[in-house]
């Protein structure tokens, strides 16, 4: 997530909203880093999937939501809902 919301930070907003969010939103983060095997199981998921705009970064979101066991995601995206997940907003 830290990367995607940095990718979109960037494009909408500038490389100083981008420096602001890992100075002052990210420390209170509690950050969990993508494994070889959660990855491993992420891309197997993308690679099982039909829609085309469903991401790796996607994926990784809920196989990790999985392993943590949580149910629920702040997103925008659709796909979550359709994976079982509770989507905020």
Do not use: C
Request: proline share 3%.
């Amino acid at each position: 997530m830290l990367l995607e919301s940095s990718a979109l930070i960037q494009y909408r907003l500038g490389i100083a909203a981008v420096r602001a969010f890992y100075e002052e939103f990210v420390p209170v983060l509690q950050v969990r880093w993508v494994t070889a095997d959660l990855h491993s199981a992420a891309l197997k998921m993308v690679s099982a999937a039909v829609q085309r705009d469903f991401s790796l970064v996607d994926a990784t979101n809920i196989e990790l939501l999985r392993r943590l066991g949580l149910h629920t995601i702040f997103a925008f995206d659709h796909h979550y809902p359709d994976r079982g997940l509770i989507q905020l907003p």
